[in-house]
């Protein structure tokens, strides 16, 4: 018996437009239409809104007259005011680089500048320096425990350092911060790094007096105290040993070890400035009346040479010149090691 194939049609899939035709092609073009709606209500929205923003005021003729230059450049026709001019201190004359003399007297910008102190360092680089050993100063004291385990022994010699700054600021020709406290934070700083000798609990106290008078000088606030009157007692100020030890510490780092190369010369060029400025300051401290060993004529040559190295080497960093800078870092060495030699 022959079996019959019954061939089976597929099941149309059920969808609303077979029933509903015309309301499903409706809808279609309704939710087509939509975005179009949408973007329409946006623009109208916004043009309704911008509509009700305020109107720009009206400007009333010579009412800024007062205010604003009517042509910018008759407020720049005088000439450009100096650093000194602007932090109140003397006027400086002014001397081109390629003319200036090699006087010890000429800074590294080759500006002639008068005093004892002035020609020796910039004002912003003692300030700066006051605050780098601010920051050393602060490190070591911060526990009875850690202080007394050997800490005050580099506090104190920071404490000398500092005392030295300020003498070297009360008695500086022209504007420096600090200069109004100065005085006052002087003998503070000098007492201090006398009587801190041991690790003691008492010790620590007044070492933590004047970390906290360090902070009220750098932040402003001043010391508010009566200054002392008379000129600066340079043999009660410091001592010989720390300056010393100061020094050997600027000849290591940076001065032997950025100038070995032009390279390094001009990574740490501000630094060695700073660094050069210090050890002309220092040789001139060193040879003051009341300092030991200032009365003595070969003493006071070698502190001399000291400083005409390091404002030589200032020079040769303004000229950007490593082999000048190698030289005369070798002469203040070769004046330090002989000092030491003779008077250490």
């Known amino acids: 018996m022959n079996a019959v194939m019954l061939q089976t049609t597929p099941r149309a899939r059920w969808s609303p437009g077979i029933l509903f035709p015309r309301l499903h ?9 939509l975005p179009i709606f949408f973007c329409w209500g946006v623009f109208c929205w916004g043009a309704a809104a911008q509509e009700r923003r305020a109107r720009p005021p009206e ?36 001397t081109s680089a390629a003319t200036a003399p090699p006087s010890s007297s000429a800074p590294a910008g080759g500006e002639e500048v008068a005093g004892k102190w002035a020609p ?35 506090a104190r010699t920071d404490l000398a350092l500092l005392a030295t700054f300020f003498a070297v ?15 006052i934070a002087r003998d503070l700083f000098a007492r201090s790094a006398v009587r801190v000798t041991t690790g003691s609990a008492e010790v620590f106290d007044e070492a933590k ?21 008379g000129p600066t007692d340079w043999s009660v100020v410091t001592t010989r040993g720390p300056l010393m ?15 070995v190369d032009a390279a390094s010369m001009g990574a740490a060029i501000e630094d ?34 000291m400083k005409q190295a390091a404002l030589d ?18 002469a203040i060495s070769q004046a330090c090691s002989a000092c030491h030699d003779e008077y250490r």
């Not at 092609?25 to 239409?33: E, P």
């Not at 004047?210 to 001043?222: E, F, M, T």
């Not at 050069?276 to 040479?305: C, F, H, N, P, W």
């Open 209 to 229: 007096t004047r970390k906290a008078d360090l902070q009220d000088l750098v932040s402003g606030s001043g010391l508010n105290r009566a200054a002392p009157s």
């Open 120 to 154: 020796l360092a910039e004002p912003v680089e003692i300030e700066d320096e006051v605050k780098r050993l601010k920051l050393h100063y602060d490190s070591l004291v911060t526990t009875p425990g850690k202080f007394g385990s050997g800490d005050f022994q580099q």
């Open 25 to 33: 092609r409706a809808s279609r073009l309704f939710f087509s239409a």
């Open 272 to 305: 060695l400035k700073r660094s050069a400025s210090m050890v002309a300051v220092i040789s001139e401290v060193l040879s003051q009346t009341g300092m030991e060993g200032a009365d003595d004529d070969q003493y006071r040559k070698l502190s001399a040479q």
């Open 59 to 94: 400007e009333k003729p010579g009412e800024f007259s007062t205010i604003f230059f009517e042509d910018v450049r008759s407020a720049l026709s005088a000439p450009r005011p100096r650093i000194d001019q602007l932090r109140g201190g003397p006027a400086r004359a002014t």
């Open 313 to 330: 080497l200032r020079r040769a960093l303004a000229r950007n010149d490593a082999d000048g800078a190698r030289l005369s870092v070798g």
């Open 169 to 183: 600021i009360s008695e500086f020709e022209g504007e420096v911060r600090f200069k109004k406290d100065s005085a």
């Open 245 to 259: 030890e100061y020094l050997e510490q600027l000849l290591a780092e940076p001065l032997q070890a950025s100038t």
